[in-house]
């Protein structure tokens, strides 16, 4: 049987669920407090905000729940669930193509999910909606997380789509190698 997404839906963030529309907004400041004695002296920050197409929610679906759970019921323990929310990037085969190191015969081991940096979703339709996605990409190397308060908040304007939601038997494939990349050992080229 091929692969088809299912319908994304309100409520918590899913493991697996595909968000559109998602923009990172990245400070331009030193990793320090920017408040109190230790403040740099500068008045002002830059902002640079990068706008993510479409991502994959990473985030063990556990730690998604029970943060929603404390959210919706305004429990104090919200504080200490989950803060951030893993992010990957989704990209077309086009987009991957233009990364010049990526030559053909590494293209073909993507495409196959041989290459230990990539994963490949194959193009499929989502529910009965009529809508389809195409063939995707995940380069592990570009993760991200954001604050899950501000992407419910978002998600909630409408700022942010539910696109779909990877099926769990693809979803643990993803998740299986993405984990094993970032537990590799790290060899200096």
Request: glycine fraction near 4%; proline fraction near 7%.
């Amino acid at each position: 049987m091929p692969l088809q997404y299912d319908l994304a839906a309100s409520g918590p963030l899913r493991q697996g669920e595909i968000l559109a529309d998602v923009h990172e907004h990245r400070v331009e400041a030193p990793a320090a407090s920017l408040s109190g004695n230790d403040a740099p002296k500068r008045k002002s920050h830059t902002f640079t905000s990068v706008k993510h197409p479409l991502t994959v929610v990473l985030s063990p679906a556990c730690d998604l729940d029970q943060h929603y759970g404390f959210h919706e019921e305004g429990s104090d323990k919200a504080a200490f669930a989950l803060s951030h929310v893993i992010l990957l990037d989704l990209y077309s085969q086009s987009d991957l193509r233009t990364n010049p190191a990526i030559v053909s015969n590494i293209f073909d081991r993507i495409k196959k999910n041989q290459d230990e940096r990539y994963h490949c979703l194959p193009a499929a339709e989502i529910g009965s909606s009529g809508q389809s996605l195409p063939q995707l990409f995940v380069d592990f190397k570009r993760a991200f997380s954001l604050p899950i308060d501000s992407l419910y908040t978002a998600l909630e304007s409408g700022l942010v789509r539910r696109r779909a939601i990877v099926p769990p038997v693809y979803v643990h494939d993803l998740i299986q190698r993405f984990y094993s990349f970032l537990a590799r050992i790290g060899v200096p080229d």
